[in-house]
């Protein structure tokens, strides 16, 4: 198997395909074999998984999915890199490649065709720049049990983050609907090439099996999470009459009071519990 991770093994094949790293997508490769081996045994993929990784890049972590998986299914948005993963992973049997943009790829049947009978699994080195439009994406695709992705590391921070904390945000709200997140490790900007400014860290998201609080109308919860979060140095009252125009702010006050929330609480402050009750009850006035 090729050391993709190996400095010089890169360099020997930038050079022998003309390969230019892209800024606009994002691409830092890793240089450490530590890290993709550490990715996949912390995902807990084995043998009954069938796993698809967005952006392979090179294919270090696609190879460590590959030795562990019983299918790998790899997207990658950048065509130049076909000849690439043609020499680095294309020994392996269990693997197939794809040439797409995940943001447009049908998940639910991907799955549903390529992975049959396997326990789907999501892993990913993620580009920062897409980071939460494909993490959204994952798990709103609800067709894997477990997600695990490596991303900036003041993301994964907002991902795990808990209420009344100050990354806790809307984006919080929605991962901890979908799945219960875990902040595994640090990878340092020097296992990069190109070294990123940032620290990065891997994040494994276990999707739930039911949702987490009585819900009425998902998209109601999550207007009401957006709404409790667009203007986080004012009240929840403030902000959901500026979200919900046509709601008087005297019945809001006392919607929040039926709620057992106080109307001058903040929404940074709400669980998911509250944020259940709360737009549950909107939906029913």
């Given at each position: 198997?090729?050391?993709?991770?190996?400095?010089?093994?890169?360099?020997?094949?930038?050079?022998?395909?003309?390969?230019?790293?892209?800024?606009?997508?994002?691409?830092?490769?890793?240089?450490?074999?530590?890290?993709?081996?550490?990715?996949?045994?912390?995902?807990?993929i084995d043998g009954t998984c069938g796993a698809v990784e967005i952006g392979p890049g090179f294919?270090?972590?696609?190879?460590?999915?590959?030795?562990?998986?019983?299918?790998?299914?790899?997207?990658?948005?950048?065509?130049?890199?076909?000849?690439?993963?043609?020499?680095?992973?294309?020994?392996?049997?269990?693997?197939?490649?794809?040439?797409?943009?995940?943001?447009?790829?049908?998940?639910?049947?991907?799955?549903?065709?390529?992975?049959?009978?396997?326990?789907?699994?999501?892993?990913?080195?993620?580009?920062?720049?897409?980071?939460?439009?494909?993490?959204?994406?994952?798990?709103?695709?609800?067709?894997?049990?477990?997600?695990?992705?490596?991303?900036?590391?003041?993301?994964?921070?907002?991902i795990c983050a808990k209420p009344g904390t100050s990354d806790y945000s809307a984006f919080s709200?929605?991962?901890?609907?979908?799945?219960?997140?875990?902040?595994?490790?640090?990878?340092?900007?020097?296992?990069?090439?190109?070294?990123?400014?940032?620290?990065?860290?891997?994040?494994?998201?276990?999707?739930?099996?039911?949702?987490?609080?009585?819900?009425?109308?998902?998209?109601?919860?999550?207007?009401?999470?957006?709404?409790?979060?667009?203007?986080?140095?004012?009240?929840l009252l403030n902000a959901l009459a500026a979200a919900f125009g046509d709601r008087d702010k005297?019945?809001?006050?006392?919607?929040?009071?039926?709620?057992?929330?106080?109307?001058?609480?903040?929404?940074?402050?709400?669980?998911?519990?509250?944020?259940?009750?709360?737009?549950?009850?909107?939906?029913?006035?």
């Amino acid at each position: 198997m090729l050391d993709v991770c190996n400095v010089q093994v890169m360099k020997s094949l930038l050079a022998e395909f003309g390969f230019h790293f892209s800024k606009a997508k994002g691409q830092n490769f890793l240089t450490q074999r530590w890290v993709p081996r550490r990715i996949a045994e912390e995902s807990g993929i084995d043998g009954t998984c069938g796993a698809v990784e967005i952006g392979p890049g090179f294919g270090p972590l696609t190879q460590e999915l590959c030795l562990r998986a019983g299918k790998v299914v790899a997207l990658e948005v950048d065509t130049t890199l076909q000849p690439v993963l043609a020499r680095t992973v294309g020994e392996f049997d269990n693997l197939e490649l794809r040439f797409c943009d995940a943001l447009k790829a049908d998940l639910p049947a991907l799955v549903r065709e390529a992975l049959p009978g396997l326990r789907p699994v999501a892993c990913a080195n993620l580009p920062y720049y897409i980071t939460s439009p494909v993490l959204t994406k994952l798990l709103e695709s609800r067709c894997f049990s477990a997600v695990t992705v490596m991303v900036q590391k003041e993301v994964a921070q907002r991902i795990c983050a808990k209420p009344g904390t100050s990354d806790y945000s809307a984006f919080s709200v929605l991962c901890r609907y979908y799945a219960v997140p875990a902040l595994l490790f640090d990878v340092p900007p020097d296992c990069f090439m190109p070294r990123p400014k940032v620290t990065s860290a891997v994040v494994r998201l276990d999707i739930r099996a039911e949702a987490p609080a009585p819900i009425d109308d998902e998209g109601m919860f999550f207007r009401t999470v957006r709404a409790a979060f667009a203007m986080r140095r004012k009240t929840l009252l403030n902000a959901l009459a500026a979200a919900f125009g046509d709601r008087d702010k005297a019945q809001l006050s006392q919607l929040l009071t039926d709620c057992g929330l106080s109307p001058t609480v903040r929404g940074e402050t709400l669980g998911i519990d509250e944020f259940a009750r709360l737009s549950n009850a909107l939906g029913r006035k």
